[in-house]
């Protein structure tokens, strides 16, 4: 059975199983992340305009407090014709991966961009990092907000075996979805309504917040 996909709800099916020795679920079960038009953030949003001729991808169209996306000391780090496959919006900064699936950040974290090839991006509304699911399925975290990046890189290396194939934030935690559709979540949970303990009788093929 399947569940219509809502802001922070999860889209599930059957039930879930850890990551060690799980059977994953086929590439046509997950719902496409990597083509994301549009992204919002606390005082600006950015889209991805469609080119004539090319079928995917696009150029980001970014607005709201100008300081915010363009990047403020560092305006040359907001790139209008660059294109990309997906854009982020997170709090003074936005990302987004090239056609090549490299990441470009502009604003506050334009000099945090990670290095290595990346399938999907999500951000942090509140702090000032983002997140990613690289080619190989592990997730990299990134930003301005040292302490709380190795914080939550290290809870995230300590699930083992775990392919991943999204990732979304919420303002200081994240969840992750591996190739078995099980939801795994990290970060600090002050105030903890449960999210941060996803069902374990139940397999996903999506997560958002």
């Known amino acids: 059975m399947y569940f219509i996909v809502a802001s922070s709800v999860l889209v599930l099916i059957s039930?879930?199983?850890?990551?060690?020795g799980a059977p994953a679920l086929s590439p046509s079960e997950f719902l496409?992340?990597?083509?994301?038009?549009i992204a919002?953030?606390?005082?600006?949003?950015?889209?991805?305009?469609?080119?004539r001729g090319l079928d995917y991808g696009g150029r980001s169209l970014c607005w709201g407090l100008e300081y915010h996306y363009k990047g403020g000391i560092n305006p040359q780090a907001y790139d209008s014709e660059a294109i990309y496959i997906q854009v982020i919006s997170g709090?003074?900064?936005?990302?987004?991966?090239?056609?090549?699936?490299?990441?470009?950040?502009?604003?506050v974290l334009s000099a945090y961009a990670?290095?290595?090839?990346?399938?999907?991006?999500?951000?942090?509304?509140?702090?000032?990092?983002?997140?990613?699911?690289?080619?190989?399925?592990s997730i990299s975290c990134f930003g301005k907000d040292h302490s709380r990046v190795k914080k939550l890189q290290g809870k995230i290396d300590n699930d083992k075996n775990c392919v991943y194939v999204q990732v979304s934030c919420a303002s200081d935690h994240c969840c992750g979805?591996?190739?078995?559709?099980?939801?795994?979540?990290?970060?600090?949970?002050r105030f903890d309504y449960g999210q941060g303990t996803p069902p374990k009788t139940r397999k996903a093929v999506a997560v958002g917040m």
């Open 32 to 37: 496409d992340v990597a083509g994301t038009s």
């Open 15 to 20: 039930i879930a199983s850890r990551c060690a």
């Open 91 to 107: 709090y003074r900064f936005s990302c987004g991966i090239t056609l090549d699936q490299n990441v470009h950040c502009w604003g």
């Open 40 to 51: 919002v953030g606390p005082d600006h949003a950015c889209v991805l305009q469609r080119i």
């Open 114 to 137: 990670p290095k290595g090839l990346f399938n999907q991006l999500a951000s942090s509304n509140r702090r000032l990092f983002a997140c990613g699911v690289k080619v190989d399925g």
């Open 177 to 189: 979805l591996d190739v078995s559709g099980q939801t795994h979540c990290w970060g600090d949970f």
